[in-house]
């Protein structure tokens, strides 16, 4: 059974000084994010989003021919495959937005006005490239880029609406924008855009 650690708490006193419906009730806030009494770091880690890209590591390695050899692994595969197909198509994709314009661009990504073909709404997606990621000393900074837009709740600072990758970039969609390049409800510029090291040929 997996027990997960809260603030300063001992995860081995959990199960002998919470009922059964506690620690249940506990664990379903943890699955809906609203986990109590977790630091910033184990949220950033502990998610939806994380545990969703752990499941998905785990089948795509349990799908390599030299592992389905193996009798329970293959059955695990063969199991699951529908619901890890449905899962992804639940997850949001660039298949969802169509591009209007590219509004700025940097030595490692490129921001794009994105109009999702479902709603209309138009956002701002910025497009990170994996390999040129992976190739610098430290990547943490996609995951704190990524924490800051999520909860911030400054007016200078774009809301993050989606985070999503694929094989070979990394996504975040921000900030329901206007045709001249504003913010919903008010009248600040994209900082995405208005950063020198965001123009085109630069």
Known sequence: MLKFKYGVRNPLDVSASEPIATRASRLNAFFQEKPPLMTQQQQSTLSREGILDALFVLFEECSQPALMKIKHVSSFVRK???????????????????????????????????????????????????????????????????????????????????????????????LHIHPRGTSQGSDTQIPWIESGSWRCGS
């Open 80 to 174: 699951y495959s529908d619901t890890i197909a449905e899962l992804r198509e639940l997850q949001p994709s660039v298949r969802d937005f169509e591009i209007r314009s590219l509004v700025g661009c940097g030595h490692f990504a490129e921001v794009q006005v994105v109009r999702e073909k479902a709603t209309g709404d138009v956002y701002a997606m910025k497009i990170m490239k994996k390999k040129a990621l992976l190739a610098q000393e430290q990547v943490s900074f996609f995951e704190e880029e990524r924490n800051i837009l999520s909860r911030s709740t400054s007016p200078w600072i774009p809301q993050l609406q989606y985070a999503f990758q694929d094989k070979n970039n990394l996504y975040l969609v921000s």
